[in-house]
């Protein structure tokens, strides 16, 4: 198959230490009573945000520093503590299978600015579908490789990673945010090998301010003005980018995101010869309030699709809309694959 999980062999006279380390750690984070060492997190009301705060916990405790969606390798307190008694953290996998199925082709989704796909666990959840879905994992969130800075790179890093589990398309490509670029780039290279691209759906994903065109940008920092939202410096790209505000991150993350944002600046979207399914935020802040005026330039045909929420509630708050809209992007894809 070309793709690896983490292996781990669960050795409780070895962990033993490791689990008294890790036990009180799950319980403040999850905010339980107690815990059984092969308790799934998932299943004890684990999610993205907890994670987080879950591996910053242990990064300050053990001194290791793992990427939270280790969690879907290692979802247990006995599975973590065999990882973490290793005196070397295992390569993460560039696909991590985020929820299993039964059918082919995958469905491979890349993830935002912040290069983890644990960013899209919610979303993940309630999207109906019997394939596989794979999250495209950023280079360098594990802390053992240099982050990629150029959306080209990072769509080369995916292509090749895709291929090694599936030789031949139609491919099914998801992006979310800076995501939605790399996709996009991820399709412009298939299609060109004469693959074909099942379907591309892009989130919420735009061109940084400077490659808008003027009218879209005149317009952007009007509204922005009007609403005291203004800042010159993150719209031209030259303000580095800044986490929300209460997110801690371990130094490879911000590596990541950093590398990430910088990649955003530098790429210019050029036109793709096929079709682009688009899912916009309803509420608008940083970005072009007309996402067809922006895209239809660029590709062959484009449709736009409105779902609630600003541009990180559509996977935080309002998941299950968004969710709705894919398993329906992605029924059709696989009805227009069938024989």
């Known amino acids: 198959m070309g793709v690896r999980a983490l292996l781990i062999r669960v050795k409780p006279d070895a962990t033993s230490s490791m689990v008294e380390v890790l036990t009180p750690i799950w ?16 299943d004890l009301g684990g999610d993205s945000s907890l994670a987080l705060q879950l591996f910053n916990e242990i ?8 990427p939270p969606v280790t969690i879907y390798q290692a979802p247990t307190i006995a599975a973590l503590a065999a990882l973490l008694e290793q005196p070397t953290t295992p390569r993460f996998p560039t696909l991590v299978l985020l929820k299993p199925g039964v059918e082919n082709p995958p469905v491979f989704i890349a993830h935002g600015l912040g290069g983890s796909v ?9 999207i109906a ?31 090749d990673a895709i291929r090694k589990l599936q030789p031949r398309g139609p491919y099914i490509l998801v992006g979310y945010s800076l995501g939605g670029l790399v996709v996009l780039e991820m399709a412009q290279r298939l299609s060109a090998s ?13 061109p940084q301010f400077r490659y808008l065109s003027l009218g879209q940008r005149v317009r952007l920092i009007a509204r922005q003005g009007r609403r005291g939202l203004l800042s010159l410096g993150s719209l031209t790209g030259s303000a580095p980018y800044q986490p ?10 911000q590596r990541v995101r950093d590398s990430a944002y910088l990649a955003l600046t530098r790429y210019r979207p050029r036109f793709y010869p096929g079709r682009i399914k688009f899912v916009r935020a309803e509420i608008s802040s940083a970005f072009p309030d007309d996402a067809a005026a922006v895209w239809e330039p660029l590709a062959q045909i484009v449709e736009v699709e409105t779902v609630p929420g600003d541009h990180l509630g559509i996977i935080a708050t ?18 227009d694959a069938s024989p």
């Open 27 to 42: 319980l403040r984070v999850l905010q339980l009573p107690s815990i059984s060492v092969n308790d799934n997190f998932f």
């Open 59 to 66: 990064a300050q405790a053990c001194d290791r520093e793992l």
């Open 118 to 126: 644990m960013d899209f666990f919610q979303p993940i959840k309630h």
């Open 129 to 159: 579908t019997d394939h596989p879905i794979y999250g495209l994992q950023a280079r360098g969130i594990d802390g053992q490789d240099e982050p990629l800075a150029r959306i080209e790179d990072m769509a080369e890093f995916y292509v």
């Open 194 to 206: 004469g693959e074909k691209v099942g379907l591309l759906a892009m989130l919420d994903a735009y």
């Open 244 to 253: 929300p505000a209460g997110v801690l991150l371990t130094p490879a993350m």
């Open 318 to 335: 309002h998941f299950e809309n968004l969710a709705s809209v894919l398993s329906r992007y992605l029924r059709e894809a696989f009805s």
